[in-house]
């Protein structure tokens, strides 16, 4: 039994209790794919440093940089991760001890297990902040060239799933556009708070033994350092920011899929998804499901579920390894499933098929011209909206009891109507209101800044997808400096460990037993 002593006490003697082992431990390891590419790069920086200090004795840098450059090339799936030896670092230590002895010790110096981790962890998240960034804006780019393809499909706009107003596939589908960006340019923004190194933080308060923590940032390409060592440390608020940018990502675009199915049953028979975004029935000969809508609806509750997970992880006292733990995992894992749906609704979007016809069926057919013959009777009626508003209301209903579309009603039923509300003709019988209820060219009519008119939208798209590029070279100009940072780094180790040749260094380095 161990005897602790106050704050916890010495290391506990012997093994971890199997069940820690099968729970904590194990589930830690089942993270170490994300971790281990990260983990090699800060292991590689870390000796640099401890290099260019000169605290690392002569030869030995070099067996531990020709060590980890060999792990760099090893996959993480064949690496001995073991839960049995905790946490995955400590299979990294276990590993490195095999291979050359107490030499591996020189990677502790001045650095705790957990600072390699954290930065491991931000190496591995902020690529894909950016790879999802980047894929938003492909997603907008899309979504606004097949806009502009819509400028003259016209349609019954919805709210409630009911007729609305008179508008364009082309003006509803660039209103997915414009979240989409936003969320894009917000994960640039979370971008920069994330590409920031905790390197030299240590525990809470730094260490005595490398006095400049921007060295280790500039070998790993980060930006720059968190400034506050034990904030460095401890932080979580970055990643909670990450993870909600997700999420309304996932969640712009489950509107859209949600939209998307209705849309595609038979009862309406408005879009087509292409046979590759379907699924058939294995019963039902007639059915062709639009399976890849259900698995980005699906998506956005997991996501949800994710956010709020780790929220309630995180709301714990401060310097509590449970703030972290889960986030190795559940942050890239959510961060990988938000980018493989976006992909798939890019994919979705860029092959839907519109049914121009049905659509205009169904807009000549329904009652969404009904706000425009108020707004009329107001122009001209020398009447107030509320009352207006009502008297069409009239016209309407008797117009569908007797299955008069919303394009055929006359003067004369707007009179009628007018006569059982007001008491009065508003003199209306015999003028023709076939300009003031023909949805193309209420469309028309919506030329302000926002509205559905053609050359607005055609305005809008262009504007979107300029942006778009924008922000999409932006992603991808970080993820060629993340690259190209690696390279350097790893080009850098191997300059040194090539230093070695026709050394007589002692030779430390040993097969692991």
Same mark, same amino acid.
């Given at each position: @039994? /161990?005897?602790?002593?106050?704050?916890?006490?010495?290391?506990?003697?012997?093994?971890?209790?199997?069940?820690?082992?099968?729970?904590?431990?194990?589930?830690?390891?089942?993270?170490?794919?994300?971790?281990?590419?990260?983990?090699?790069?800060? =292991?590689?920086?870390?000796?640099?440093?401890?290099?260019?200090?000169?605290?690392?004795p002569a030869g030995m840098d070099r067996t531990l940089l020709d060590l980890l450059l060999d792990t760099v090339s090893v996959p993480a799936e064949e690496f001995p991760y073991d839960p049995a030896y905790g946490e995955p670092y400590n299979s990294r230590e276990a590993y490195f001890v095999a291979r050359v002895g107490d030499v591996a010790g020189w990677l502790h110096a001045g650095r705790p297990r957990r600072e390699a981790v954290r930065i491991a962890l931000r190496i591995h998240v902020r690529r894909q902040i950016a790879e999802l960034a980047a894929e938003a804006t492909r997603f907008t780019t899309v979504t606004a060239a097949r806009s502009t393809e819509h400028l003259r499909t016209v349609m019954p706009d919805q709210t409630y799933l009911q007729q609305a107003q008179p508008s364009t596939f082309g003006h509803y589908l660039l209103s997915f556009a414009?979240?989409?960006?936003? =969320?894009?340019?917000?994960?640039?923004?979370?971008?920069?708070?994330?590409?920031?190194?905790?390197?030299?933080?240590?525990c809470v308060n730094g260490t005595r033994l490398l006095d400049d923590r921007a060295v280790v940032a500039d070998l790993l390409g980060f930006s720059g350092v968190i400034e506050h060592t034990r904030d460095a440390m401890w932080q979580v608020d970055g990643f909670v920011h990450v993870l909600a940018t997700a999420a309304s990502l996932?969640?712009?675009?489950?509107?859209?899929?949600?939209?998307?199915?209705?849309?595609?049953?038979?009862?309406?028979?408005?879009?087509?998804?292409?046979?590759?975004?379907?699924?058939?029935?294995v019963l039902m000969p007639q059915k062709r499901n639009p399976y890849s809508l259900a698995i980005i609806r699906g998506a956005c509750g997991v996501l949800i579920g994710r956010i709020s997970g780790f929220l309630a992880v995180a709301k714990s006292p401060s310097a509590r390894s449970d703030n972290l733990i889960y986030a190795y995992g559940e942050v890239p894992r959510a961060? =990988?499933?938000?980018?493989?749906?976006?992909?798939? $609704?890019?994919?979705?979007?860029? /092959?839907?098929?519109?049914? $121009?016809?049905? @659509?205009?069926?169904?807009?000549?057919?329904?009652?969404?011209? $009904?706000?425009?013959l108020a707004e009329h009777l107001v122009q001209t009626c020398d009447i107030d909206y509320r009352s207006a508003y009502l008297v069409v209301g009239r016209a309407v209903r008797a117009a569908a009891r007797d299955g008069v579309p919303g394009v055929a009603i006359t003067g004369e039923r707007v009179d009628e109507a007018a006569r059982e509300h007001l008491g009065r003709s508003l003199g209306l019988t015999g003028t023709d209101l076939s300009d003031v209820l023909d949805p193309w060219r209420i469309v028309l009519s919506r030329s302000s800044v926002?509205?559905?008119?053609?050359?607005?939208?055609?305005? @809008?798209?262009?504007?979107?997808?300029?942006?778009?590029?924008?922000?999409?070279?932006?992603?991808?100009?970080?993820?060629?400096?993340?690259?190209?940072?690696?390279? /350097?780094?790893?080009?850098?180790?191997?300059?040194?460990?090539?230093?070695?040749?026709?050394? =007589? $260094?002692?030779?430390?380095?040993k097969e692991p037993s």
């Open positions: @039994m /161990t005897e602790l002593l106050p704050g916890g006490g010495p290391a506990p003697r012997g093994g971890a209790a199997p069940e820690l082992v099968e729970s904590g431990f194990h589930l830690e390891n089942a993270d170490a794919p994300f971790l281990h590419h990260g983990l090699n790069l800060a =292991d590689i920086a870390h000796v640099l440093d401890l290099r260019r200090r000169g605290l690392v414009y979240p989409a960006l936003r =969320d894009a340019r917000r994960l640039l923004v979370e971008l920069d708070e994330v590409d920031c190194s905790p390197g030299g933080a240590g996932v969640s712009t675009l489950s509107k859209l899929a949600e939209d998307l199915e209705i849309w595609a049953s038979a009862e309406f028979d408005f879009v087509d998804l292409a046979d590759g975004f379907t699924r058939a029935s961060l =990988d499933l938000a980018l493989r749906i976006t992909r798939l $609704a890019t994919g979705v979007v860029s /092959t839907l098929r519109v049914n $121009a016809d049905r @659509m205009a069926q169904e807009v000549h057919r329904g009652y969404s011209q $009904a706000t425009d926002g509205g559905a008119a053609p050359d607005e939208v055609s305005r @809008m798209a262009t504007d979107v997808r300029e942006r778009a590029a924008e922000s999409g070279a932006i992603a991808d100009r970080r993820l060629d400096d993340f690259a190209r940072s690696e390279r /350097t780094l790893l080009a850098t180790a191997r300059a040194v460990v090539d230093e070695a040749a026709g050394d =007589d $260094a002692p030779a430390l380095r």
